[in-house]
């Protein structure tokens, strides 16, 4: 007699191994705190050198506080840093035989990737709710309003989930330690070529075409207007459609990324 399977059951496995990861992953932080530490203590460390050593140079276009428009820019930053972490888990886990371990156990193949990203997102949440509690302890606010705020943390939380599975594709990819070096490099240049920390129309013209394109402004700017902090302002079409375009720039790799999988 053919047994046929229970309809759900494949998804209902999946989800359950992928919780399981998630909290083996979690685990693993709670005997290495010093991982979770520096997810959390090296972004509060560039809001405090901005806020109090470099913020007084800086001057926000048309009148403002600096250190209001700052803030929203190193949170989008701190989601950017997750990409060289979640790669840097990856490769570990395959460096040391774990991923292969995985791969040959009766589980769903989807659970191991989906288990790190939950697990990663947990830990990103922690570090985003810390940097808003320092951010409000160094001057910063929002009077956005309540709706307003948590719209600009999901989108925050959404940039890190894209930005997490570039770092689970390209640890998955590279071979050795040496690439995770050059993407940690990478990651301050294409931060700092955007709006996150200055102006775009304050750059030469090339630059300033590159930065207000970059999608981590388009994140800035949208969470500056949700939170209701001071901002750049534009006058090109992104800059007017920052929440749009912030929006695109989390959805769109998801969207190819969901095709890819339909198609095989």
């Not at 803030?71 to 989601?79: A, D, K, N």
């Not at 320092?134 to 309540?146: F, I």
């Amino acid at each position: 007699m053919t047994v046929l399977p229970v309809p759900g059951s494949a998804l209902r496995w999946a989800v359950a191994d992928s919780a399981t990861l998630a909290r083996r992953y979690l685990a693993h932080l709670r005997h290495q705190p010093a991982e979770l530490v520096g997810a959390v203590g090296f972004p509060i460390l560039l809001v405090l050198m901005f806020a109090f050593l470099l913020g007084g140079m800086m001057a926000v276009p048309g009148g403002g506080d600096y250190r209001q428009a700052l803030l929203p820019g190193l949170f989008t930053m701190t989601m950017l840093f997750g990409l060289s972490a979640t790669m840097i888990a990856v490769v570990t886990d395959a460096q040391r035989g774990i991923t292969d371990r995985f791969r040959s156990m009766p589980m769903a193949q989807s659970a191991v990737l989906v288990g790190r990203a939950l697990a990663d997102m947990v830990t990103s949440a922690i570090a985003l709710a810390a940097l808003l509690l320092v951010g409000l302890a160094v001057g910063w606010r929002a009077p956005g309003g309540a709706g307003a705020v948590l719209a600009a943390v999901g989108l925050l939380l959404l940039l890190r989930f894209a930005m997490l599975w570039v770092g689970i594709y390209l640890g998955l990819v590279v071979r050795g330690p040496g690439a995770v070096t050059a993407v940690q490099t990478l990651e301050f240049p294409v931060g700092f070529l955007s709006g996150l920390f200055v102006a775009p129309a304050t750059m030469p013209v090339v630059v300033s075409t590159v930065a207000e394109w970059n999608p981590l402004s388009s994140t800035a700017a949208a969470t500056r207007d949700l939170f209701g902090n001071p901002g750049w302002g534009g006058e090109s079409w992104v800059a007017q459609n920052a929440v749009l375009m912030a929006i695109v720039a989390v959805f769109a790799p998801l969207s190819v990324r969901r095709y890819r999988e339909m198609s095989r």
